[in-house]
């Protein structure tokens, strides 16, 4: 089975250019997240999807941050402008998303952001 | 901002010891993972802990849940170099659909 995948992995830009990370979650999983990761530091989660709607996104920087997921399936996040301290990695992870009960998530190798 | 702390922040042992990590948090929790993440990788799920369990095992991995003290610990047995990497915990909360909050993590580094 193919885990969650994500592209790129390694994006480099100047800053007040904009940037688009996207991802592909296992087969059948119906909620989605996508998590910004400093470095030493754990992930934080930015937004969390089931199926098309954003359930949380109160993390998200709404005025330069944006996400979709398109048919419940692949989403797509996206800065712009980018700052200096976008620079960060950004993790996708998928999970089943059965209502009450404890859900394994399963986690992207990730996007390294680097802003110039 | 993130619920679990991690304890120790860092932590290198030998081949072959036993490595212990802790994680503290602050609200209720219906559950609490534990992950590792090696360098420049994903992270991998290890173990799931639900709120009415007090240890889990899972091979060399032992993981034991106080919710009094709002702790958790997570033990390696016979550590390898290959156990090297960062291991966080995450925290379920107790509404119906699951928000996981991740910890800050430890660094654990295992010498051959």
């Known amino acids: 089975e193919a885990g969650v995948v994500q592209s790129p992995r390694y994006k480099i830009i100047e800053k007040k250019q904009p940037v688009a990370f996207w991802c592909n979650p296992i087969s059948g999983h119906n909620t989605l997240y996508w998590y910004r990761q400093n470095l030493g530091q754990g992930p934080e989660l930015l937004i969390r999807?089931?199926?098309?709607?954003?359930?949380?996104d109160s993390q998200l920087p709404k005025d330069r941050f944006s996400a979709e997921r398109l048919k419940g399936v692949d989403s797509t996040l996206k800065i712009q402008p980018a700052e200096l301290g976008d620079s960060a990695v950004y993790l996708c992870?998928?999970?089943?998303?059965?209502?009450?009960?404890?859900?394994?998530?399963?986690f992207g190798p990730g996007t390294r952001l680097t802003v110039l | 901002s993130q619920q679990g702390e991690e304890d120790p922040q860092a932590l290198s042992i030998q081949e072959g010891e036993n490595a212990t990590m802790n994680c503290s948090y602050k609200t209720s929790i219906n559950n609490l993972q534990w992950y590792r993440q090696n360098s420049g990788r994903g992270l991998v799920h290890l173990i799931l802990?639900?709120?009415?369990?007090r240890e889990k095992h899972s091979g060399r991995l032992r993981v034991t849940l106080d919710t009094s003290k709002k702790s958790s610990s997570l033990l390696i047995t016979a550590s390898r170099a290959a156990d090297t990497a960062s291991y966080f915990c995450a925290t379920g909360g107790t509404s119906g659909t699951y928000k996981y909050i991740f910890g800050t993590g430890t660094r654990l580094k295992v010498l051959a």
């Open positions: 999807y089931e199926n098309e709607e954003a359930v949380d």
């Open positions: 992870a998928s999970s089943l998303g059965n209502r009450g009960v404890a859900d394994t998530q399963y």
């Open positions: 802990i639900r709120s009415n369990e």
